[in-house]
């Protein structure tokens, strides 16, 4: 477990610079993952690790790659549904390891309808890690109609990592700093939608300085103008310690460039 951690999450930086790329599960064939291999191949160099669903790992990732997987191993249900709460476990364990994933990912919906199921879903998946030695990272999942809040967010944050979740995605938030504080587990945090890239930087920034080990972003990296150049300045930010000036300069200056 601690060997499959690390290598998420460097051991020399804490740290940890994930591409989220799993978005397809419920979306679809979400804009800029169209043709997910052909985007997700070229941002592999600068990514710690690459969360994705088995699918689009065995028909379009070369079997070659370095990067650790994250495997998202919830879902059932779709963007034509109301309620995205009605989630189960779609990839067995023993799948997740024939994979040779680093991790697998579900997510938990506190407060909706179906919370109790994905809560329960979070309890057995990490029972079935435990035999593996498989770490589980639980997606604090926003339904429409919740607040994005310190204080929900460190409640469902905080319940993932009671129910023995070794890692915590969740969103940015003012207060940021409080759910880190309840959270006994390495927190990243998503992107959400896509916003400026001068302001997802600074959010990347705000996340590291008020204690996330990373950011598992996705959109605001594929959506990017220029992904390349957008992976690098986000890892800029996380494993190098730049300011949201310094990445946003390194990105002006590699975006645009022939790859
Ligand atoms: C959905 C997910 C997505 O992978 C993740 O939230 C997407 O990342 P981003 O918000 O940065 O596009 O876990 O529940």
Redesign the pocket.
């Known amino acids: 477990m601690k060997n499959r951690l690390s290598r998420i999450i460097n051991p020399k930086t804490g740290h940890t610079v994930m591409l989220?790329?799993?978005?397809g599960y419920f979306q679809g064939p979400t804009s800029g993952l169209e043709r997910p291999g052909e985007v997700i191949t070229p941002l592999l160099p600068w990514a710690d690790a690459v969360?994705l669903t088995r699918g689009v790992l065995r028909n379009t990732i070369d079997a070659t790659i370095s990067n650790p997987v994250v495997l998202?191993v919830s879902g059932g249900t779709s963007i034509l549904k109301d309620d995205l709460s009605n989630e189960d476990i779609t990839t067995s364990m023993r799948d997740a390891v024939r994979l040779n994933a680093a991790a697998v990912?579900l997510?938990i919906f506190v407060g909706a309808p179906n919370e109790k199921q994905t809560l329960v879903n979070l309890a057995r998946l990490v029972d079935e890690g435990e035999e593996y030695g498989m770490p589980v990272l639980a997606?604090t999942?926003v339904g429409r109609d919740m607040v994005r809040d310190a204080r929900y967010l460190g409640l469902a944050s905080r319940i993932a990592a009671e129910l023995g979740a070794s890692m915590v995605?969740t969103y940015y938030c003012e207060n940021f700093g409080k759910v880190v504080e309840g959270c006994p587990v390495p927190i990243v945090i998503?992107?959400?939608?896509k916003i400026p890239e001068p302001e997802a930087l600074k959010l990347a920034y705000n996340a590291i300085q008020e204690g996330a080990v990373g950011v598992?972003?996705?959109?605001?990296?594929f959506q990017s103008e220029d992904p390349i150049a957008m992976i690098q300045a986000v890892r800029s930010i996380v494993q190098e310690g730049y300011t949201p000036d310094e990445a946003l300069e390194l990105f002006n200056s590699l975006k645009g460039k022939k790859k």
């Open positions: 989220a790329v799993d978005h969360m998202r990912a997510s997606v999942a995605k998503a992107g959400g939608k598992d972003m996705g959109r605001n990296i």
